[in-house]
Structures are given as structure tokens and as C-alpha cells.
């Protein structure tokens, strides 16, 4: 069955760097694009970056992020990386990989959780 594990998430001081990974299982990974989400506490979850399928998969970001976060992959580790830089605390979430498969579902791993402050 599809597995999405996440891990990385860490307390950092802001300006921090944190590299975030979900190892992938049950489907074939290359073929699929993957995205990280975050939910914050008390807010709704929102989508953070995406990277296409393929060895050089093209890469979207949310506003929020753009310029600090970068979304990577490793086809032949089924993982998905989120390298994290210059963290502010209103990046302090809960983060999730997610994949949505050709059959529409979509999954979701546990979440890991992402603390920045002083």
C-alpha cells in the first residue's frame, strides 16, 4: 500500500536551515509528482511547494516560501526532500508530503513537525 513517512522536523532559531524528507512506498514514485503542505496551529493547511515527476522535475512555491524553501527529488531513493532556509517562526507547522495518485486519491503521510523560535 501507498506509504508517505516523513521526517526532519526539528526546533530551530530563526534564520535556520532544516532539510525535511518523505520516503515513498507502493507506487511507483518516479512517475508522480510530489508536494509538501503545512499546517500551522489554528490555521487551515496549505499547499507549500511542488516538484513535477521525472529526474529534473520542474518546481512551483508557494509565495510564502519562495526564495528560502526548496523542493527536490531522488528517483532511485523514492524521497522527496524540503530544504528549508532562513526559517521564520510563521514557518512553525506541521509539514506533509502528499502524492495524488492516476486514480484520483490522494495520500498523505504522519507529518512532521517544524518549531522556529527564540
Known amino acids: 500500500q501507498v506509504q508517505l513517512v516523513e521526517s526532519g522536523g526539528d526546533l530551530v532559531q530563526p534564520g535556520g536551515s532544516l532539510r525535511l524528507s518523505c520516503a515513498a512506498s507502493?507506487?511507483?514514485?518516479?512517475?508522480?509528482?510530489m508536494s509538501w503542505y503545512r499546517r500551522a496551529p489554528g490555521k487551515e493547511r496549505e499547499w507549500v511547494a511542488r516538484i513535477t515527476s521525472g529526474a529534473g522535475g520542474s518546481t512551483n512555491y508557494a509565495e510564502s516560501v519562495k526564495g528560502r524553501f526548496t523542493i527536490s527529488r531522488d528517483n532511485a531513493k523514492n524521497t522527496v526532500y524540503l530544504q528549508m532556509n532562513n526559517l521564520k517562526p510563521e514557518d512553525t507547522a506541521v509539514y506533509y508530503c502528499?502524492?495524488?495518485?492516476?486514480?484520483?486519491?490522494?495520500?498523505w503521510g504522519q507529518g512532521t513537525q517544524v518549531t522556529v523560535s527564540s
Open positions: 507502493g507506487f511507483t514514485f518516479s512517475n508522480y509528482a
Open positions: 502528499n502524492v495524488v495518485l492516476l486514480t484520483g486519491r490522494s495520500y
